[in-house]
């Protein structure tokens, strides 16, 4: 089964309003940390927000939520108020356990087009 | 945030001859390093978990002679590509981890013509 699910291989928002990139995971692990990262077609990786198996809130950095559903085993990402800056391909990423030796496994991303 | 230097950003090179790219984690040390392939519109695909002082971890699939990977300091890994060909051409990058956040390297375009 694979790790890490993203089941939109492209979607598109007006700017200035919000967008939901949805992931889904599978583990079987107790620990496990999820990452969403930006990738502009520069190539760079971008992270932008964590959010670990143990946080009871939802992580949030500046425009971007993480949406955390751990039930449904859920880490969509919540991009508010879109910004033509923000197209580019999105990855859900999961790491289990806290090892450093832990890969992370990514979805196969998102491309985001944020229209004028 | 912690800052990870991969060169070269781009290269091209004749099929047949070796090419090495570098990762170096700047300002922290990184025992475990990881190099992925990516080709065009599809996801990153790990390649090898690289540890500091000991042999890489090569996923299934991958050719340890073909993928040179060497450990040698806690702030630089190198991925050796040998004996190119034109389908070794792809997008590979690095990542370093520090606690629990993983930092990329800029990405090394690989054309081998």
């Known amino acids: 089964a694979q790790k890490i699910t993203q089941t939109q291989p492209g979607m598109f928002v007006q700017e200035k309003e919000a967008v939901t990139l949805d992931c889904t995971y599978d583990?079987?692990?107790?620990?496990?940390?999820l990452f969403w990262y930006k990738q502009p077609s520069s190539g760079e990786m971008i992270f932008l927000i964590y959010?670990?198996?143990?946080?009871?809130q939802n992580a949030t950095e500046g425009r971007y939520s993480l949406n955390f559903q751990k039930a449904r085993k859920s880490a969509n990402l919540v991009i508010s108020a879109s910004q033509l800056g923000d197209s580019a391909m999105y990855f859900c990423?999961?790491?289990?356990?806290?090892?450093?030796?832990?890969?992370?496994?990514f979805g196969s991303g998102t491309k985001l087009n944020v229209k004028p | 945030g912690a800052v990870v230097s991969q060169h070269p950003s781009r290269v091209i090179c004749k099929s047949g001859t070796s090419v090495k790219i570098e990762c170096r984690s700047l300002?922290?040390?990184?025992?475990?390093m990881f190099w992925y392939r990516q080709f065009p519109k599809q996801s990153l695909m790990l390649m090898a978990t690289s540890n500091e002082g000991s042999k890489a971890t090569y996923e299934q699939g991958v050719e340890k002679d073909k993928f040179l990977i060497n450990h040698a300091s806690l702030t630089l890994s190198t991925l050796t590509v040998t004996s190119a060909h034109p389908e070794d051409s792809s997008f590979y990058i690095c990542?370093?981890?520090?606690?629990?956040?993983?930092?990329f390297g800029q990405g090394t375009r690989l054309t081998v013509v």
């Open positions: 300002d922290f040390q990184a025992t475990t």
């Open positions: 959010q670990g198996s143990y946080d009871e």
């Open positions: 990423a999961m790491r289990e356990g806290l090892n450093n030796f832990n890969k992370f496994y």
């Open positions: 990542s370093a981890l520090e606690y629990t956040e993983a930092f």
């Open positions: 583990t079987s692990d107790q620990s496990y940390g």
